[in-house]
């Protein structure tokens, strides 16, 4: 478990040397406490220190990055059961399964959709991170087969290689050398074997077992073997199950401190039918999948479960932002009329929907209060007249619309006056407190 | 090492609420655990879904769901009958909408009117809800619990500006009430306390913590729940262990993703299977976090929640 800075302290040497960078053994202690720097920079820290400070240093569920290069994602360092205590960390991997009985031309179709999954959703970009190639038909050409056309077409995507011959993956992975890519498919029966490959080819080392036990065990004889990284998959498929072990994984590594289990997990949850497999990807992101195999990348697919994933893993403590500027919603004319608010993702989400609703065409201005809510910026003295002028002024919108009229939110009913003193020959107009009575406002007008 | 799951029992309980009347009642909430969590509590209540309906046609209705109610959305009887008879709704939630003074304005009384017919015409149960107008809803809420008194079904919302009127309504004729306040779990604590102390009933009150969409505020939604619920469970507060109600329908089906065409957004693929899973997400998501009863619209959204639900019972 988690030790004190103070506790941490105990174990340094005390000599306030400044080598580590900090001022004291103290200051580097509290660093180390809150996992903003490793203790390898102290230079003489004893031996018995690094193995309790490791021991207890160590996140409690595992650190994994898979893939290399640009594209290379983070799994793993979770520290809360609930979002709502603290942020989640790594946000859940989404990856496609492509089975080596496909067709090539279904297989070809599921790696240019991988391609082109990327979308931008709140200036942030959101793909499908991954491909598990599935050796289906337990023949270990094959699998080569599929696992050379992805290396072609896909160079780049991190690789899951599912198998559970050890021969086979002793053939494909050598085409992912550098890539860090995930071997799955140890299980009891051929865990030497597979450790072995796993070690040789520098890969992450996917454990299967029936149940939370079994899995324990297995992780156990990967450590022994001399893997580190290591992800985990209960046998879960029924949403069930899935929720019953990621909680019980989830509070036994958090809560327990086991660690055995302080590991990634993995959940395949293709269906046949597609919904259904949305569905079940979705209860993955909210309780605790790191890695989803979907079955297919589609876009109506891909754009519900983006969305949920940034959703679930944004920081409760920071408040979501848009961009600062003037948008342009349904194709606005000069003398449709401009509104104005603040930068709150959930205020611009709330009043940009409206407003898109009501189909009257609508400059909306968002200006930047550090994501705070209207009345709270006002509070905060972040939406100001004078502020607020500033920002009209220097976004040129001016030049754009024929009526030098603003409209501002009923919150801010207050602000009309020394709005009409600060943006001079502007008309200031104040419109609906709430962002449902826009459409009626708009229309009315 | 014998490996023993870190199970964790709570102290607290959700109350158990039942709608409708003899064959076709329904229950929800009543649960000792989280969400689904059967493997160390009891979770035996399903969650209900009701399907929406409204006393006016569904105008506003994105086209993927408006569709599907062409036949009968011009009289909310025939809608509310197809609702139970060729969907199988176990429940029907009737929206006053046309009671809304920039939506048609329809009084009180044609408002009772029209939950007095589909009442008669339905045996499942009905959640009759407002425009949310606060000072029209007062009005209309109280009329049309008159209507249905003893009858078993549920009247919202009571929000903190109008729920002395509407909360006496639902007491006076023996119904339960859906509360709700916006997104923050002390002024949806604060608004139970204040019903309750008029002397309503806290095992009859729902909590409505105020429900988004998915992109549209899901995560607020779902950690004021989770919230909710932990101190519904840990701390054993009675005045937060009232089952929640999620108004998935109307907070999804008015957002860009379910409108946009793929012309207009060619990344976002189909739009009617980017819609329904739209809603139907949405669901499962809130379900997760705590909701027992969910207001939806698309019967293709509501079959696939159901399967979930089965799946995860």
Not at chain 1, 343 to 363: C, D, Q, R
Request: a negative charge.
């Amino acid at each position: 478990m988690a030790l004190t800075g103070v506790e941490i302290f105990k174990l340094l040497p005390k000599t306030n040397c400044k080598k580590c960078g900090f001022p004291t053994c103290l200051a580097f202690a509290m660093k180390l406490a809150q996992r903003q720097i490793e203790l390898d920079k102290c230079p003489d820290v004893s031996e018995e220190a690094k193995q309790t400070l490791g021991a207890a240093s160590a996140p409690p569920i595992r650190p994994i990055t898979m893939g290399a290069g640009d594209k290379a994602v983070k799994l793993g360092e979770e520290t809360v059961l609930f979002r709502h205590e603290k942020k989640f960390v790594n946000p859940c991997v989404l990856s496609v399964g492509i089975k080596d009985t496909e067709s090539p031309e279904s297989v070809s179709g599921k790696i240019e959709d991988i391609g082109k999954s990327e979308i931008d959703r709140v200036g942030q970009l959101l793909k499908i991170d991954a491909v598990a190639i599935i050796n289906d038909s337990n023949d270990a050409a094959k699998l080569e087969g599929l696992a050379k056309t992805v290396v072609e077409k896909a160079p780049d995507v991190p690789v899951i290689v599912c198998t559970e011959n050890p021969d086979a993956a002793k053939q494909v992975l050598p085409l992912f050398a550098g890539k860090r890519p995930v071997l799955y498919g140890a299980t009891d029966s051929n865990i030497d074997a597979m450790a072995a490959v796993a070690k040789e080819n520098n890969a992450i080392l996917g454990v299967r077992g029936d149940g939370l036990e079994a899995v324990s065990a297995l992780t156990e004889k990967a450590k022994g073997a001399g893997i580190e990284d290591i992800i985990i998959d209960t046998g879960a498929v029924k949403g069930k199950d899935i929720l019953e072990h990621n909680t019980f994984i989830r509070r036994a590594a958090i809560k327990k401190g086991n660690k055995e289990l302080g590991f990634p997990v993995i959940n395949f949850v293709q269906r046949e039918d597609p919904l259904q497999e949305v569905l079940i990807a979705g209860l993955g992101i909210a309780k605790y999948s790191s890695i989803v195999v979907l079955s297919s990348a589609e876009k109506w697919k891909n754009l519900n479960l983006f969305t949920l994933r940034q959703n679930i893993y944004t920081d409760p403590q920071v408040p979501m932002q848009v961009e600062q500027k003037v948008y342009e919603l349904s194709a606005p004319k000069p003398e449709s009329p401009l509104l104005i608010t603040t930068n709150f993702s959930l205020t611009y989400f709330i009043v940009a929907g409206e407003i898109e609703n009501s189909k009257v065409p609508t400059w909306l201005a968002i200006m930047d209060c550090e994501g705070l809510s209207v009345l709270t910026a006002w509070a905060a003295g972040k939406f100001t007249a004078g502020k607020i002028a500033e920002f009209i002024k220097e976004s040129g919108v001016e030049n754009k619309i024929a009526t030098k009229e603003l409209i501002i939110p009923g919150y801010v009913a207050i602000l009309s006056g020394a709005l009409e003193d600060k943006l001079e020959g502007w008309k200031i107009t104040v419109g609906p407190r709430e962002a449902n009575a826009l459409p009626a406002f708009l229309k009315s007008r | 090492m014998a490996f023993t799951a870190p199970k964790e029992t709570f102290s607290g309980k959700v109350y158990n609420v039942d709608i409708g009347l003899s064959d076709k009642i329904v229950n929800f909430g009543g649960a000792n655990t989280l969400s689904f969590h059967s493997f160390e509590g009891e979770y035996t209540n399903k969650p209900a879904i009701a399907y929406e309906i409204q006393d006016i046609p569904p105008d506003d209705w994105p086209e993927t769901v408006k569709s599907v109610y062409s036949s009968v959305g011009d009289d909310p009887v025939k809608w509310a009958k197809y609702c139970q008879d060729d969907l199988n709704a176990s429940a029907i939630a009737l929206r006053l909408s046309g009671t809304h003074p920039d939506n048609g304005d329809l009084s009180a009384d044609q408002a009772a009117e029209t939950v007095r017919k589909v009442f008669d015409n339905i045996n499942v149960p009905l959640i009759i809800l407002g425009s949310n107008h606060i000072e029209k809803d007062s009005e209309v809420l109280v009329k049309a619990a008159e209507v249905v008194k003893d009858k078993n079904c549920i009247l919202g919302k009571a929000q903190e500006t109008n729920f002395k009127t509407i909360a006496a309504a639902a007491m006076a004729n023996n119904l339960k009430l859906i509360a709700m306040s916006e997104l923050d779990i002390n002024l949806s604590k604060q608004l139970n306390i204040m019903i309750t102390q008029m002397g309503f009933d806290k095992e009859k009150l729902i909590i409505d913590p105020m429900c988004s969409a998915l992109g549209y505020g899901i995560e607020y939604t779902y950690s004021v729940m989770e919230r909710i619920r932990l101190a519904a469970l840990t701390q054993n507060d009675v005045t937060m262990q009232q089952p929640m109600y999620g108004d998935v329908g109307m907070y999804v089906w008015k957002i860009k993703e379910v409108q946009a065409g793929e012309d207009a957004e060619p990344d976002w693929g189909s739009i009617k299977e980017r819609s329904i899973s739209w809603e139907a997400l949405t669901a499962t998501t809130l379900l997760m976090s705590g909701t027992e009863l969910l207001v939806m619209r698309h019967p293709e959204a509501v079959k696939a929640v159901e399967s979930f639900v089965d799946e995860m019972m």
